[in-house]
């Protein structure tokens, strides 16, 4: 009798635990499914906001390029235009973290939304007709090969500088071809400042007035370079000071020499 | 007989007990747990990226940034960084889940971090 309740006992207690090590395993497994969504569902947030992050930091460094290389050259007015969409266009950045690439291009933007949803790019976002507008071009690549999560995407954002480039090489082409106007079609007394520098300065008026409507400086200077025949040394400046870039206020100017002979 | 039914029950017993504690599932909650965690302080730090943009990390100097790390710092999360060479903030516990954001800007760069207090 004592040897069956033996038995029993043995068989009883290793179903019971044989029950219980079951139940634990099921939860066990359950929670390891668990974790394990959670880390796929971690690891793709966390590469979304990586990825946020380095498109803003990407752009904001496009610009600061930009602002760097627009402050410290005094472009020729008649090639402007096209040197900063040359030097717009051969910017790019790249942001590297562990699990994710991304690399920002920039062309120069003739249209796009006003509105940017990137906010990070704030007070720089969006397109602005007349300012200086990038395209930032964003190609994201990533993952985390360990739990089998990737992630690639492409996006275009907009940014602009506060920058009237298009008015100043405009104005500063117009000063410069009135003047060269004026010289090829007037006779002056005499080769001297009181007769020339009037003309110059009347001639540069009109382009003047517009530049300053656009909150612009337009300056013409000019010398005597010869009496006979009578040539002209002129060079015309547009400027924007203050402009606001992401590293601070910076200027730009913009200028157009040349040298005009009188007919006498 | 006895002893041989008593050493098996033990055995069978002791072996259950022991696969309990190995193959516990608090484990994987706690990293569940950690995880969202983590995400939602992820969360945090962009916003605050969003709200004040790049630029301001770069026109503020570190000790402004800092300061607005330590405004929005409170009893339950701290948020603190690294501008550059300068570091604001207590450094984060070893034992609490931390979100980190680095940027990578021209003139330095940029790491914040934050995390749950405890």
Known sequence: MAKRLGIGATIAAAVIFSIVLTSNFAVYYAAQDDARLHSESNAADALADESSASEGAGGINILLREQAFLGSHILDCSSALGVVSAEIRSLTDTQTSANLTVVTSASPALRGPAVENLSMLVPFGGYVNGFLDTALHEEE????????????????HYANLP?????????????????????????PPNCTASAIF?????ASSSSSAMAMLSGLRLAVHSNIVRVAPCSVGVVAMVSQVNVLGPAGVFSVELQREGLFVFEQ | MRYLDLAIAALIGTSAIAGVATFSPRQADYTSGGLLVESQLRDELLTIIQRQGVTWLILSSPQAVCAYLQELSNSSVTFSGVIGQHRCGPYPPGESPVATLVLDLIPYQVLLEAWRNA
Do not use: Q
């Open chain 1, 141 to 156: 690549k990533g993952g985390e090969s360990v739990i089998g999560v990737s992630y690639a995407r492409n996006e275009t």
């Open chain 1, 163 to 187: 920058l009237r480039i298009g008015d100043m090489a405009r104005d500063c082409d117009n000063a410069y071809s009135d003047i060269g106007h004026v010289i090829s079609t007037t006779v």
């Open chain 1, 198 to 202: 009037p003309l110059i300065a009347a």
